[in-house]
């Protein structure tokens, strides 16, 4: 059972428009959400986070805005850039009785000229 | 900065054979990790140590077996290989922080079992 759903396996924007990626969760106990990117041939790098006390959080070109009565996260990168076109997975925790992640299947971003 | 390497990028063993996946993080965390990532499936969790010679298993723990005798190592160990375990293998490492702090994750062994 997926806890963590992507439903948009890919994703195509224009350089310089807004890139909106969504993830859905079903475990309400989840309480930290990460967003991690990840290029071919390379592992996932960390990219940005939010607590479920927040609703947004920002950082240069990304936004993270969470809706926890709906269960949903996204992210948004705002101008998009060709760097990146990447691979995004969104990933949650219950924290604090674990220190596990548990990812969604990735959402594959293309930004292009 | 935190440096997660794993041995070999591309590996290709036989059915049958014992597979042995080296995972190494210099940063003193006390969580590593084990994940396999397939299309369409996500990165899905193997297996996790949360201190040495201690682990537990993750989602999709049925035939592997995991090894940590010291704080910065983390092996994963495919007992007969088969080809369905075939595919992209990452380790990651963190910090004990109630879910807080993200993980680091290395680059990644290619796994191809024939």
């Known amino acids: 059972d997926q806890q963590v759903k992507q439903n948009s396996p890919s994703l195509s924007v224009q350089e310089g428009r807004i890139s909106i990626l969504n993830c859905d969760y079903t475990?309400?106990?989840?309480?930290?959400f990460l967003w991690y990117k990840k290029y071919p041939a390379e592992g996932p790098t960390f990219l940005i986070s939010?607590?479920?006390?927040?609703d947004k959080n920002e950082d240069g070109r990304f936004t993270v805005f969470l809706n926890k009565s709906a269960k949903h996260l996204s992210l948004h990168i705002v101008p998009s850039q060709p760097g990146d076109s990447a691979v995004y997975f969104c990933?949650?925790?219950?924290?604090?009785?674990?220190?596990?992640?548990?990812f969604g299947t990735g959402t594959r971003l293309q930004v292009f000229p | 900065d935190v440096k997660v390497t794993q041995s070999s990028r591309y590996l290709v063993k036989r059915t049958g054979e014992k597979v042995f996946l080296e995972c190494v993080q210099d940063m003193d965390h006390e969580n590593m990790f084990w994940y396999r990532q397939d299309p369409g499936l996500g990165l899905r969790l193997i297996y996790f140590s949360y201190d040495v010679k201690m682990k537990e298993k993750g989602d999709i723990p049925e035939g592997y077996s995991v090894s940590r005798e010291k704080k910065e190592r983390f092996s994963l160990i495919l007992e007969s290989a088969s080809t369905n375990q075939t595919s992209m293998y990452l380790c990651a490492s963190s910090e004990t922080s109630g879910g807080l702090y993200e993980q680091y994750f290395g680059p990644g062994t290619r796994l191809t079992v024939t």
């Open positions: 475990n309400s106990m989840f309480d930290y």
């Open positions: 990933a949650a925790s219950w924290g604090y009785n674990t220190d596990k992640l548990i």
């Open positions: 939010i607590s479920s006390i927040k």
